[in-house]
Nanobody
Framework: QVQLVESGGGLVQAGGSLRLSCAAS????????MGWFRQTPGKEREFVAA????????DYADSLKGRFTISRDNRKNTVYLQMNSLKPEDTAVYYC?????????????????WGQGTQVTVSS
């Protein structure tokens, strides 16, 4: 059984920063890659960032590269998403997810475990 619990969302003004956390259960956290996705009502879930099992390789959506940073602490079974220079269009529910592969991937079909999500709202 794998459970993912996101935290750190909230209301922030444009230009501000937030740091999201995703705590994973179990002792197999370091075996797999992790990813962040986001979703706005009426839109498909979109890829945000991914990180490989060790944290040595990352991937980002082109529009977010430079503003968002994904990282992980395998000793704490936690993956993070640092979000800087936030814009109103970043408003969404952010989900962490885990695939059954070790490499960072933006393919949502490879992710089989998902958290409940945390709301991020950016005001103008």
């Amino acid at each position: 059984q794998v459970q993912l619990v996101e935290s750190g969302g909230g209301l922030v003004q444009a230009g501000g920063s937030l740091r999201l956390s995703c705590a994973a259960s179990g002792r197999t956290f370091s075996t797999y890659a992790m990813g962040w996705f986001r979703q706005t009502p009426g839109k498909e879930r979109e890829f945000v960032a991914a990180i490989n099992w060790s944290g040595s390789n990352t991937d980002y959506a082109d529009s977010l590269k430079g503003r968002f940073t994904i990282s992980r602490d395998n000793r704490k079974n936690t993956v993070y998403l640092q979000m800087n220079s936030l814009k109103p269009e970043d408003t969404a529910v952010y989900y962490c997810a885990r695939p059954r592969i070790t490499g960072a991937t933006r393919d949502s079909t490879l992710y089989n475990y998902w958290g409940q999500g945390t709301q991020v709202t950016v005001s103008s």
